[in-house]
């Protein structure tokens, strides 16, 4: 079974860390603020369940 | 020239200064441009090392805040729905640290409040914002794993420090609602479906001094004959060391299973 391992060493060679990470949620949320254009956030879902 | 948000910030916490507030300000399309702590030496500190314009002594100001379009509720999480809930009420959509809500009923009132506002908001999970967790989604999505049945997840982490709000049973703490609600979130996420029921283990710290679980394991079943398996804690005694295998720099794997291969990625 070939298995796709994107854990540490990938992670060590990422440009992605923390900040990085909430900067593009952070972008994400601003950028359906500007557009209007909702963002599927997972919360509709969740609430029908 | 791009519009920004400018952000109003409620908390002055670690993550804070070490990753919120420098990610915002390094953002394409926002930045901060207020902050809040309910002790205005904490909140005129930041503002001052972050370049932030105003600095507020209760949230109540900064959300009343004309200058401010959106707020990042950074607080601890048993304040994630009270001020989540006070910010609609002024008008502003929220982008509220994880978990948002405690436990349902919290979860309820949110939602009805949420509806009630009509405004948007966003919890802290980055995972539905990143690439690598869009790329993992679409493996799954187009079946390039083959059928997926089952997504393993391990996050861990040590922390003996009994004074941390992760440690804190009144206030939201434990290895469940800090690193566990990113198993299931991420799940969720990967699977683009919900579970219908759930068994979990959970073991109690001493709760004069820790947090409501130091460790919690459970399965979750979904549609479609999809089984979460997630193991989170937030180990609190010498002997749980072994719980912290992955951790630090090491990062905690979440393992969609499918039936022709699998994709292991750091969370």
Known sequence: MMVATLTAEGARRSPWNRSTNTASMADAFADSLLSGTPLDTGLEARSQT | MTRKIRWGVLGCAGIAAKAVIPAIQSSRLGRVTAIASRDPGKATDMAARFGIASAYGSYEALLADPDVDAIYNLLPNHLHVPLTVMAFEHGK?????????????????????????????CEAFMVRHHPQWKKARALVAEGRLGEVRTIQTIFSYYLDDPANVRNQAGIGGGGMLDVGCY?????????????????????????????????????????????????????????DRAWNRWAPGNPDPLQPAGRQTDVACAL
Do not use: N
């Open chain 2, 93 to 121: 959509p929220v982008l509220c640290e994880k978990p948002i809500s405690l436990d349902a009923a919290q979860a309820m009132e949110f939602s009805a409040a949420q509806k009630a506002a009509g405004l948007p908001v």
């Open chain 2, 183 to 239: 198993a299931v979130s991420t799940a969720r996420y990967l699977f683009g479906a919900e579970p219908l029921r759930a068994i979990v283990l959970m073991e109690r710290a001493d709760l004069r001094h820790g947090p409501p679980d130091e460790w919690t394991a459970g399965i979750s079943r979904g549609k479609a004959a999809h089984f979460y398996l997630f193991h989170a804690a937030c180990a609190h005694a010498e002997g």
